[in-house]
């Protein structure tokens, strides 16, 4: 099974993409090692400051298992008020 992560703002522009597929049924930290490894260090920083919405969700608890067919937004520190 699959989920799909999508990028916003800066996270799009350091993953060179708006969205990608990737395997299901691991934590939100797995899953952020995985894309640190795919994209390199300029994603790293951003996933550092960045907030997580697992299928519109505010995510809390890093380690528990993502759902296959999720949907997880990487949502980076915006500007402005």
């Known amino acids: ?9 800066g996270a ?4 060179g993409r708006a969205e990608e597929t ?8 797995a899953l952020l090692d995985e894309l ?3 994209h390199g260090e300029r994603l790293a920083v951003v996933l550092k400051a960045a907030s997580f919405l ?15 067919g999720a949907t997880v937004d990487v949502l980076p520190p915006f500007a402005g008020g």
Not at 22 to 29: E, I, K, Q
């Open 54 to 68: 697992v299928d519109g969700m505010a995510c809390h608890d890093r380690q528990a298992p993502l759902p296959a």
């Open 36 to 38: 640190t490894e795919r």
């Open 1 to 9: 099974m699959q989920l799909t992560v999508r990028y916003f703002a």
């Open 22 to 29: 990737v395997a299901a049924g691991r934590s939100l930290d």
């Open 12 to 15: 799009r522009a350091a993953a």
